[in-house]
């Protein structure tokens, strides 16, 4: 069955620590991929997205993400994390033709100051 | 440029009551979705259209759910007759056409069904 998992519920990581929240897919061809951020009580926010070619891609705010295709894993990253980056954070695909995008139930992550 | 406004923020209603709410996409963006987002969950799709159609709707409760989109811009989600399992965050989202393009979101409804 098409998934996509992201295996932390809540993620808590100090300020200037680094990050990198997990995200693993399960699709039988190689899909489109995204991270989406969302604040309290606002809408999702794209943070970057994949689609070919150099597996690294970068983001806003300083993240960046990793795209494997021999372990169907697409992890966010960041060096140095920030108070503000507290939000939740939600991996995203969808496959080549079509628009439908499945969510994973995202990540919650706390920075403390 | 405005980005997508839903409204109303938040409804608090009575089980068996209906509730209606409202969607303007950014605009000439073709592609509208509904997505339910349970407490803690991830957006779950209800369904989108591509202008005023409709092309996926098979994750609607079609029961008590429907959505109408009648000249291709604004949208309306409305549940007949509310449930508890209906307690969510109800979210819009727009597009332009073509495969895996950026989704902008609405702030959402927040939805509580007693």
């Known amino acids: 069955a098409q998934s996509v998992t992201q295996p932390d519920a809540r993620v808590t990581v100090s300020e200037g620590a680094s990050l990198q929240l997990r995200c693993k897919y399960s699709?039988?061809?190689?899909?489109?991929l995204f991270w989406y951020v969302q604040y309290p009580r606002q809408g999702l926010q794209l943070l970057l997205k994949?689609?070919?070619?150099?597996?690294v891609v970068q983001g806003v705010n300083g993240f960046e993400a990793e795209f494997s295709k021999s372990n169907s894993s697409f992890h966010l990253r960041k060096a140095s994390v920030h108070w503000s980056d507290s939000a939740v954070y939600f991996c995203?695909?969808?496959?080549?033709?079509?628009?439908?995008?499945?969510f994973g139930k995202g990540t919650s992550l706390t920075v403390i100051p | 440029e405005a980005g997508v406004t839903q409204s109303p923020r938040y409804a608090v209603l009575q089980e068996g009551q209906a509730v209606s709410f409202w969607c303007d996409p950014i605009?000439?963006?073709?592609?509208l979705y509904w997505y339910q987002q349970p407490r803690d969950q991830g957006p779950q799709l209800l369904v989108y259209?591509?202008?005023?159609?409709?092309?996926?709707n098979s994750q609607l409760p079609s029961d008590r759910f429907s959505a109408v989109r009648p000249k291709g811009t604004n949208s309306t989600l409305k549940i007949q007759s509310a449930k508890q399992g209906d307690t969510a965050t109800y979210l819009c989202?727009?597009?332009?056409?073509?495969?895996?393009?950026?989704?902008?979101f609405g702030s959402g409804t927040r939805l509580t069904v007693l």
């Open positions: 994949y689609y070919s070619g150099d597996p």
């Open positions: 605009s000439g963006h073709d592609t």
């Open positions: 989202a727009s597009s332009l056409e073509g495969a895996a393009e950026t989704l902008y």
């Open positions: 995203a695909v969808t496959l080549t033709g079509y628009q439908n995008f499945y």
């Open positions: 699709y039988s061809a190689t899909p489109y």
């Open positions: 259209f591509r202008d005023e159609a409709v092309i996926d």
